[in-house]
T-cell receptor, first 115, second 114 residues
């Protein structure tokens, strides 16, 4: 079974704080993704990575950065948290092969509240 | 520009009846479509998919239909069960020229009434 874990289920941070969200997958997947989910807006891609130290911007990268130093770990960083970054953050991973690209496996999500 | 649209934010169905969730897309390059199911406080899980070369794929109580000419797909759940109550996301996939794109719709919240 594919397992994608996220470091925290719930997180409360203050405006201006630097926030780290960590994601680990145990299936040796090449690709990893960070999404945020907001009511009425669905899943929006923030960043993804297709290899160690590689990253690509998604649809809404502003205010975020990422780090992928090891294949199994993908971190999302909020450099200076703002209240409009209050959201559910979802990490996902998938194989690199074409057949694997289509299905992404998601972690349980981190509910981040910025006050 | 929203390339994958789920125009119904919510749907209520009686237990035992059919649930039909709809999804429309605009990009004719999409060649693979997926449905994900999401319970509150959990990540989405893959449910069923269909390739653009097919018009129907069935897996137990779940069937996905694809109408390429209308750029429309639907997920049928029959019979609906209370445990099916969740948010359902439609996703469309495209690959080519060394890049790929997976785009999600905004989701439809299905409530199955016991």
């Amino acid at each position: 079974d594919v397992k994608v874990t996220q470091s925290s289920r719930y997180l409360v941070k203050r405006t201006g704080e630097k926030v780290f969200l960590e994601c680990v997958q145990d299936m040796d997947h090449e690709n990893m993704f960070w999404y945020r989910q907001d009511p009425g807006l669905g899943l929006r891609l923030i960043y993804f990575s297709y290899d160690v130290k590689m990253k690509e911007k998604g649809d809404i990268p502003e205010g975020y950065s990422v780090s992928r130093e090891k294949k199994e770990r993908f971190s999302l960083i909020l450099e200076s948290a703002s209240t409009n970054q209050t959201s559910m953050y979802l990490c996902a991973s998938s194989f690199h092969q074409l057949t694997g690209l289509k299905v992404q496996y998601f972690g349980p999500g981190t509910r981040l509240t910025v006050t | 520009d929203q390339q994958v649209k789920q125009n119904s934010p919510s749907l209520s169905v009686q237990k035992g009846r059919i649930s039909i969730l709809n999804c429309d897309y605009t990009n004719s390059m999409f060649d693979y479509f997926l449905w994900y199911k999401k319970y509150p406080a959990e990540g989405p899980t893959f449910l069923i998919s269909i390739s653009s070369i097919k018009d129907k794929n069935e897996d137990g109580r779940f069937t996905v239909f694809l109408n390429k000419s209308a750029k429309h797909l639907s997920l049928h759940i029959v019979p609906s069960q209370p445990g099916d109550s969740a948010v359902y996301f439609c996703a469309a996939f495209y690959s080519g020229a060394g890049s790929y794109q997976l785009t999600f719709g905004k989701g439809t919240k299905l409530s199955v009434i016991p």
